[in-house]
């Protein structure tokens, strides 16, 4: 893998782009002070915009690292943030990596995220050179497996009692992965 960090992205609808601090209040107003947009995510709804740059200032810190790929996404119209796009895990040795996401409700079922995570995808195989893209989805968020699949992943199975949601009860996870060769199969690459 070719550790180049969040370059910027440009999709018809959004740029994806690097977090500032400055996107702190758009962030809280749009999704992670939202609590129906954080209902099946592993992190609590943030209580102020004061929480939410506290966390961006930790994922700024993060892109020094090389290795971080955390898109703020802007809807272009309004340059506005509006979501987030995110490795949340990888293996350099395996060249896999997860992807996780979340959308303002405002925005929802226009093809939005899924116009994100191809791009995304695109980018993760052709310029950093992944062999494997996955995420996973609660299986009370049957919308968020639907987004995979019209990415092109393929899902795999269900993990049972894998995961814990914010409250902290534990959930079934199912499991979506995108390999380089259907990627390319795909005449993507
Ligand atoms: C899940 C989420 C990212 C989807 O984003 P989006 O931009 O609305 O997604 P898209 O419009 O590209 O696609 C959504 C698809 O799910 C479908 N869908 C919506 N609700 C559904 C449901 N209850 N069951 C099954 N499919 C559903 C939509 O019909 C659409 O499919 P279609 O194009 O075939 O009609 C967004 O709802 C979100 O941010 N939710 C909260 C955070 C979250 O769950 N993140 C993912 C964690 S794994």
Partial sequence: MLQIGTLPIDTPRLSLR??????????????SGDPEVTRCLTWPTHLSAAETEEVI???????????????????????????????????????????????????????????ALIAVEDFLFREVGCSRVQAKHDMENPASGRVMQKSGMKQEGVLREYGSDNRGDAVDLAVWSLLRSEWKAMGRG
């Fill in 57 to 115: 200032r930790g994922w700024v810190g993060q892109y020094g690292c090389g290795n971080s790929y955390n898109w703020c996404m802007e809807w272009k119209e309004t340059e506005e943030p509006v979501g987030s796009i995110s490795v949340v895990d990888l293996c350099e040795r395996a060249a896999w990596v997860e992807v996780g996401y979340c959308l303002t409700r405002r925005l929802w079922g226009r093809g939005i995220m899924t116009e």
């Fill in 18 to 31: 690097r977090f500032t601090v400055a996107d702190a209040p758009a962030m809280f107003r749009n999704w």
